[in-house]
């Protein structure tokens, strides 16, 4: 079974210019989740899909970060304009869905796109 | 809001040393608790984990109990290799998200 893709792996780009990250969860996984992590920082939750609905989107640092899930399959996720703030590891997760009252499931992550804004 | 802290590193050890990383964490509901470790050039993948107060995840010879009284979740492992060297990430869920700690890099030399 394919674990989770991220592409690209390595991103350098400069200040206002526009990125896109994405990732391909595993298949038949409902929930999609990205987090970033800043060089020294703790990994930060920034949003959750399931299947292509936004479930909670509250750790978006702001609006030139979006989101999308078409489909509900791959996510992308564009930064437009691209800051020198926003560098850092972006991974993306995924796990299926299960049913209200169970316990918290395995998040399967990807191996990270490492973005770099010059 | 729910947070995690673990010890910060690098921790440098030898090969068959003792291996313990501290954890601890905040929450306001009832969370379950993870180590995740991410191996060089790799992703983050699940080490252990633990959904209540007393239960002891173990994985590859790591192990933590989920001790709410001193809301702790610590790692230790008894005898640790140079295969085991990676970034470790204690983290918690309440709900959907995982909150992580800062990551505590871990070096063992032969």
């Known amino acids: 079974e394919a674990g989770v893709t991220q592409f690209p792996s390595h991103s350098v780009i400069e200040k206002g210019q526009t990125v896109t990250l994405r990732c391909d969860p595993i298949?038949?996984?409902?929930?999609l989740y990205w987090y970033r992590r800043v060089m020294g920082k703790e990994i930060k939750f920034l949003l959750h899909?399931?299947?292509?609905?936004?479930?909670?989107e509250s750790g978006m640092p702001n609006n030139r970060f979006l989101a999308e899930r078409t489909g509900g399959t791959y996510s992308t996720l564009k930064v437009q304009p691209a800051e020198l703030e926003d560098s850092g590891v972006y991974f993306c997760?995924?796990?299926?869905?299960?049913?209200?009252?169970?316990?918290?499931?395995?998040?399967?992550f990807g191996p990270g796109t490492r973005l770099t804004v010059l | 809001g729910d947070s995690v802290t673990q010890m910060e590193g690098p921790v440098t050890l030898s090969e068959e040393a003792f291996l313990t990383i501290n954890c601890t964490y905040t929450?306001?509901?009832?969370?379950?608790l993870f180590w995740y470790v991410q191996y060089p050039g790799e992703g983050l993948q699940l080490l252990l984990k633990?959904?209540?107060?007393?239960d002891k995840g173990s994985n590859k010879g790591f192990e933590a109990t989920y001790r709410k009284e001193t809301t702790s979740f610590h790692l230790e492992k008894g005898s640790v290799q140079v295969s085991d060297s990676a970034v470790y990430f204690c983290?918690?869920?309440?709900?959907?998200?995982?909150?992580f700690g800062k990551g505590t890099s871990l070096l063992v030399t032969p």
């Open positions: 997760a995924s796990n299926a869905r299960y049913q209200a009252g169970a316990t918290t499931g395995e998040q399967f």
């Open positions: 298949s038949g996984h409902d929930n």
């Open positions: 899909f399931v299947k292509e609905s936004k479930q909670d």
């Open positions: 929450a306001t509901g009832y969370p379950s």
């Open positions: 633990a959904t209540k107060a007393d």
């Open positions: 983290a918690l869920s309440v709900k959907y998200a995982l909150n």
